[in-house]
């Protein structure tokens, strides 16, 4: 029948209609879903359908009805989402970029980069250890086993529910640490974060930065450490930097000593950071103890060597003219910006 194949042909144009902007769009709702429609006629068309066609013939035309309806909002759908996709690709090229924060080097980074650096020139090679350490590394192979009063030198956090974890008081451990995985010859520095319990103010702090340096060979004698150190101080001080050694004591160097460099007394800052005497203190050092080398299982009687520890703090605040340890551990950025032409 003439009206079947008319619906036929509709639906058929319905399914390929491809509109490709707002007017066609618009054409097509007025032609098919418009107050005069070309689908309502239909409707009336029903009289001159045969009786046992009628059912059939009422359903054809609502689906007919329906289909303009869906492809209607799904052709709309598309439209809309295809005019916000090229909204956003309408790119000004014109327009500044966002700024991008630029991040800089923490002070006690660029210390302890310099440091590695001067080091590293002269065949140190580096070498990283847990900051959460046992007892034996941390002290006893040390040569400091739990009676020794010299732990009373540093107030050690031990972790809770443990009597051997800690954290570590100094990166002396990481010297326990390589000489027991590692022959001789053996010439490492070990920078990191040490931890002792002690009382907050604007000169000392509970966390700081070591790094360790330690070297064992055959015939090493204190004049090579001198010689080292010595290098290391002019490289970080300046070529006229003066040393001085003053006998000290540490449970796993004999003889111990600490080392001074000279800044003089010629600024209020230098004065107050040599508390007047024009000498900075920078590290701990000696010859490696007889018994350290036991107790990692190297032979005292073919190696020596030494080992020192230098604070990172003291030299950072002193490069730098920072009054308060404290800002070094706070990560306030407006302290934190001030170093950023610094490499
Ligand atoms: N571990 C010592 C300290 O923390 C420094 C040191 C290291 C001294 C190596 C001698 C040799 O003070």
Known sequence: MEVFSKIEELLAEINSAQPTSKEELETFRIRFLGTKN????????????????????????????????EKHSQLKEQMEDADASSAKSEMDLSLPAAPMAQGSRHPISIVMNRMIDIFEKIGFIVAEE?????????????????????????????????????????????????MTTQKPPIRIIAPGRVYRNETISARSHCQFHQIEGLYIDEDVSFADMKQTLLYFAREMYGPETNIRLRPSYFPFTEPSAEMDVWLGTDTTATKKLTKGTGWLEVLGCGMVDPNVLKNCEIDPEKYTGYAFGIGIERTAMQNFNIGDIRLLFENDVRFLRQFSSVI
Do not use: C
Request: glycine share 2%.
């Open 38 to 69: 070309i689908i309502k006629p239909l409707f009336g068309e029903i009289k001159s359908v045969a009786n046992e066609r009628k059912k059939e013939f009422g359903q054809a035309v609502n689906s007919l009805k329906q289909a303009a309806e």
């Open 130 to 178: 847990r900051e959460i350490e046992d007892d034996w590394h941390n002290f006893t192979a040390m040569n400091t086993p739990a009676d020794h009063p010299a732990r009373d030198m540093q107030d050690t956090f031990y972790l809770k529910n443990s009597i051997s974890d800690l954290l570590r008081t100094h990166t002396s451990s990481v010297q326990a640490r390589v």
